[in-house]
């Protein structure tokens, strides 16, 4: 299965910084945590001025032809934010948080949940193929159009009004601590007037029925958002970011997924920036450009094997990455991944006889095909859970599966 390794949020300027050789390796050694941002602007470069001798639909089928197999779309933030505000917990344990699970149970009792196909993937598989329905090219419209109404300079006076009220901010540190300190205010202003800006006013009167307790402890998540977004208006206020590109309202915006990663990806300079600022210690900062040199790096390696094992495919021997060499990618294994990978990695692999080959499609196609659970499962109930991708039988120069499964399936796991 590939994308197996520490959750990575990452945005398009990295996607568009790789090869489709180089994004074999990102998908082998990473498990992305993918954005509805991202796929949104990925699809807005229907309408973008491309570079000659490209059209904008082979633009994106290019990038469409380097996102992740692995991984999950993330639920989009706004509606996590409403969940959340009406009791729901939102998990945020640096793994995506995604839907669409279905809750089954096999005929042997066991509890599981099966992911089908999103449609945000199954979106990208027809843009590989070049081909796009006349609501997303209307959508990319109006994206693009959507842009030139950013009005930083609204934002700019809020935050001018903030600085009035408390204190000008030197640097980009001091200004997430004030955002900071204003959110940890019981009944704080900001929030009440974030709440009664909501479509549905019960998110207010619910959190007036409690007291207006700080938002830090009653709704973590939904403060993440807000600091993010307070954080950028102060910034702004205070001349410390620039009010000259509208986007970077929208860069803005891959922050409010940082709890979902363990890794963020990026070579924007915003990013760069002020991403640091919002992360733990449990979490890395990876410059796109340090990203796409040790894919390089791997792929190189990998392309020193013999013929007869490239020919098995990517995703019979590359199941965890080098123990030799100076490469990242291991070196965010040791520091984010489960201890002692290596000497697991180290230990010489027993082929898998066909009858063990089989033995696991069946047990994966009696979960697949089993009928709906009477309820739904809580996460520590789970016994099995199944992700169900399509993956090519080839991705640039390599192979992803063995021959075998080509004749079984057409390469579709």
């Known amino acids: 299965m590939p994308g197996v390794g520490p959750t990575t949020l990452f945005d398009k300027s990295v996607l568009q910084s790789l090869t489709i050789d180089e994004s074999v390796w990102f998908d082998a050694f990473y498990l992305p945590s993918i954005t509805p941002l991202f796929f949104v602007e990925v699809l807005a470069d229907l309408e973008k001025e491309v570079q000659k001798g490209l059209?904008?639909?082979?633009?994106?089928?290019?990038?469409?032809?380097?996102?992740?197999?692995?991984?999950?779309?993330?639920?989009?933030?706004?509606?996590?934010?409403?969940?959340?505000?009406?009791?729901?917990?939102?998990?945020?344990?640096?793994?995506?948080?995604?839907?669409g699970g279905r809750s089954v149970r096999t005929r042997d009792g066991k509890r599981a949940v099966v992911f089908d196909n999103s449609p945000e993937q199954a979106a990208l598989s027809r843009w590989q193929e070049r081909q796009f329905l006349e609501t997303e090219r209307q959508f990319a419209k109006d994206w693009r159009q959507a842009i030139t109404r950013i009005d930083l300079e609204q934002l700019f006076g809020i935050g001018r009004e903030i600085i009035r009220s408390t204190q000008r901010p030197k640097d980009l540190v001091e200004a997430k601590d004030l955002a900071a300190s204003m959110l940890a205010k019981p009944g704080a202003r900001y929030v009440a007037t974030y709440l009664q800006s909501l479509e549905s006013n019960g998110a207010f009167r619910r959190w007036d029925a409690h007291g207006k307790p700080p938002i830090t402890a009653y709704a973590p998540y939904t403060a993440h958002i807000l600091l993010v977004d307070l954080f950028f208006t102060i910034a702004l206020g205070a001349d410390l970011i620039g009010r000259e590109r509208p986007t970077n309202r929208i860069d803005m915006s891959y922050l409010y997924y940082l709890p979902f990663c363990m890794v963020f990806t990026s070579r924007d300079k915003l990013h760069q920036r002020t991403a640091p600022l919002f992360l733990n210690e449990s979490q890395v900062f990876l410059h796109g450009d340090e990203l796409k040199s040790d894919l390089r790096r791997l792929d190189e390696y990998y392309d020193q094997l013999p013929d007869e094992v490239k020919q098995r495919g990517v995703m019979s021997f590359a199941h965890y990455p080098p123990t030799e060499g100076d490469f990242l990618i291991s070196k965010l294994w040791d520091k984010l991944m489960r201890p002692g990978w290596r000497e697991t990695a180290a230990q010489p692999k027993e082929p898998r006889s066909k009858e063990a080959d089989a033995k696991i499609i069946a047990e994966i196609d009696q979960v697949t095909k089993a009928p709906p659970a009477p309820r739904y499962y809580p996460h520590d109930e789970i016994e099995a859970m199944v992700i169900q991708r399509s993956i090519p039988i080839r991705r640039g120069k390599w192979r992803m599966v063995p021959p075998e499964a080509e004749k079984q399936g057409g390469g579709n796991n």
């Open 55 to 99: 059209t904008p639909e082979q633009v994106v089928g290019n990038l469409a032809d380097k996102s992740p197999l692995g991984g999950g779309v993330n639920v989009h933030h706004h509606r996590l934010s409403i969940a959340e505000l009406f009791g729901n917990k939102v998990e945020m344990r640096h793994s995506p948080v995604i839907e």
